[in-house]
């Protein structure tokens, strides 16, 4: 509700997540001069590595709040990509934004478990055999049990 006066009293708050990084320490970072070591002195551990291609490394934040009854909405979102050559000096410095990514869908789905599901046939007549007969005389089973021909 922007121009209304008031009407940010009922935003949920913006919360800052993850590893921002300012243009200024960017500005710090030299490809073909700054090493691994100077990146990560520079920076700090990245947030993430390239699962495939270890010579990436992946500096994350973002902006997000609170949307009423359902899941936290992103604002902003930043990733500072740093690739590295084989020897370890940087070879490319880039910004990626929320533009650059991609919607995925989920899909939900469950693995059964052998056992776990009964058929119809299987709760009609599963019982059968598992309760005694009335007036008969069945060993008791399970813990505390008496053995058979221990006299009790």
């Given at each position: ?119 119809v046939l299987q709760q009609l007549f599963g019982n059968i055999g598992r309760v005694g007969v009335p007036g008969s005389q069945q060993p008791q089973r399970g813990p505390g049990a008496a053995s058979p021909g221990s006299g009790?």
């Amino acid at each position: 509700m922007p121009g209304v006066p008031g009407a940010g009293l009922f935003e949920s708050p913006r919360q800052f997540r993850g590893h921002a990084v300012t243009e200024e320490q960017v500005g710090q970072i030299t490809p073909g001069v700054s090493s691994r070591d100077d990146v990560e002195a520079l920076l700090g551990s990245p947030s993430a590595s390239g699962t495939f291609d270890p010579s990436e490394w992946y500096y994350i934040s973002g902006i997000t709040h609170q949307r009423p009854a359902r899941n936290l909405g992103v604002i902003e979102q930043n990733v500072l990509v740093v690739r590295f050559d084989p020897g370890g000096t940087v070879q490319e410095v880039r910004r990626l934004g929320m533009e650059d990514g991609r919607e995925i869908q989920m899909v939900s789905r469950v693995t059964p478990s052998p056992g776990t599901e009964r058929s119809v046939l299987q709760q009609l007549f599963g019982n059968i055999g598992r309760v005694g007969v009335p007036g008969s005389q069945q060993p008791q089973r399970g813990p505390g049990a008496a053995s058979p021909g221990s006299g009790q």
